[in-house]
């Protein structure tokens, strides 16, 4: 077994969608001697032909995870975050009472969004959280860094070009920084004349001219970067060619990039011996804003300032990383927030930290039980009863035996209720009730008792769970970003 998973949060939901889930959770029962362990009477490999009783029984010490580790905490949000908190605390049930380890689990999160951290960790897990470090009373001082007045970071420079078009304004702001970089890069003896440049040779001076010589474009919504992209090649690459000037080789990164496409624009940025001739602006979204940890991108222009403080820190944390940087926030002038930031720049980017708003969560929201509760049912037959039942009425994963299975009274509809409130965290192990929980008891009820009505009544030859659910009006999610497809809604 391994001994650690690394998944994204989503693939939670394959828990009330797959039986062998529960080998993560719980174990195996039997060893295939070709391939491995398995919690079912046969192989996990579908193609298998040996039978169960070729198969060694296992008895397993304490094999359910018990300690999960949650990186950008921030980010299991909104709807992915009531989702993944029914999920979490499903889990968290099944080990702490069914599992063969029968032990607490243990949660330690990241997050780069602390403001709010207690609200938002008991929406996500229903637990009290511990932060560690804990918040500095200073504004420059904290326990990962203090400000250097000495040593510059970042410059950031604000305005908002009133009577002009803000995407003109944008690529030409990116044209005369262009034309001031270009400058500096054919007489590379102008670097060597900047006061403290700390180095001595035009190679060197070109050497370093090199981490400032790709843009980083920032947009609010794909649109912008389009425009950009547009404005970009007539008329400012035409006019920067007949200037002389090495026009703008661009690349988008945004979320209609596969990770591929992004992996490999990142390699040429940080690989590319040959930077001059290489990709010099990239318009992106906030795709960068994670995990987009490069070198050279010490120049960075805003295209609007992004509605979400933290969102605004992330995307201009990209750059100043080895040297000082330069990012331009283009203020844009018929949007009130963007004009509020500028009337208070100075003080907004001072107190930045403290301007952080909470993660929205809301493990309560009336609507997400629905859709997570098919598939967390499903989760507790897979996982607490079909280990059993599979050898008696046989796998809950086809509908006929959950029928079976409930007829002989192997499911019980007062326990797995009980279950289910338990498992969305309505009622606590102690079985005390929380206030805002009665409103998902209600829901469960009604939905376990029309799941085991409809069951019961329906004729089933060999429905799996998901077209059985399907045809009782129910869906079982297969990711917990799966959701709803998006309506779009625009003026006539
Ligand atoms: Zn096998």
């Known amino acids: 077994m391994p001994s650690a998973i690394i998944s994204t949060v989503d693939k ?89 380890s029968k032990r607490d689990v243990k949660i330690i999160g990241a997050t780069a969004t602390i403001s709010s951290y207690k609200e938002q960790v008991y929406h996500l897990y229903g637990r009290n959280p511990v932060r560690f470090p804990c918040e500095s009373p200073f504004i420059e001082r904290n326990f990962y860094a203090a400000v250097d007045k000495e040593d510059l970071q970042r410059q950031i420079l604000g305005y908002a070009p009133y009577g002009k078009a803000i995407v003109n304004s944008v690529v030409y702001s990116l044209k005369y920084m262009r034309e001031a970089v270009y400058e500096y890069y054919n007489e590379p003896q102008k670097i060597l004349a900047i006061p403290n440049i700390g180095i001595s040779t035009e190679e060197e001076a070109l050497e370093l001219l090199k981490d400032y010589w790709i843009f980083l474009e920032y947009n609010n919504v794909k649109r912008d970067g389009n425009n950009v992209d547009g404005a970009i090649k007539t008329p400012v690459n035409e006019e920067l060619s007949s200037e002389g000037i090495i026009p703008f080789k661009t690349r988008a990164m945004t979320g209609d990039e596969s990770f591929q496409d992004v992996r490999e624009v990142l390699a040429e940025v940080e690989n590319n011996s040959n930077v001059y001739d290489g990709v010099n602006l990239i318009t992106a979204t906030s795709m960068i804003s994670h995990g987009v940890d490069a070198d050279r991108f010490n120049v960075m222009f805003f295209y609007g300032i992004p509605g979400n403080m933290a969102e605004y820190i992330q995307a201009y944390s990209r750059t100043g990383r080895k040297h000082t940087s330069i990012v331009v926030d283009l203020i844009r002038p018929t949007r009130e927030t963007d004009q509020s ?55 809950l994963f086809f509908m006929k035996n959950i029928k079976k299975a409930m007829k002989e009274h192997e499911i019980n509809q007062g326990t797995v209720k009980d279950q289910l409130y338990k498992s969305f965290g309505c009622t606590d192990d102690d079985g005390i009730t929380h206030d ?15 799941v085991f009505v409809q069951i019961g009544d329906r004729s089933w030859s060999d429905e799996n769970i998901f077209d059985g659910f399907r045809l009782m009006g129910y869906r079982i999610m297969n990711s917990l970003r799966d959701t709803d497809s998006q309506l779009i809604i625009e003026l006539d």
């Open 12 to 100: 939670l939901a394959i828990v009330g969608c797959n039986a062998n889930f529960r080998n993560i959770l719980n174990g195996g029962e039997y060893r295939c001697p070709v391939h491995g362990y398995t919690s079912k009477k046969k192989c996990i490999e579908k193609t298998c032909q040996l039978e169960v009783q070729d198969f060694k029984a296992i008895d397993m010490y304490d094999p359910a995870p018990t300690l999960f580790i949650q990186d950008e905490l921030h980010l299991i949000r909104e709807s992915l975050g009531t989702y993944a908190s029914h999920y979490e605390s499903f889990l968290k049930y099944y080990i702490k009472n069914v599992s063969k």
């Open 341 to 395: 930031y500028l009337k208070n720049f100075t003080s907004m980017h001072k107190y930045k930290d403290l301007l952080v708003e909470a993660v929205p969560i809301n493990r309560w929201a009336t609507k997400a039980v629905d859709n997570t509760l098919p598939g967390v049912f499903t989760g507790v037959l897979l996982t607490c009863y079909d280990p059993e039942i599979q050898y008696t009425s046989g796998s």
């Open 436 to 450: 805002l929980g009665n409103q998902y008891r209600k829901k469960i009820d009604a939905f376990v008792d029309d």
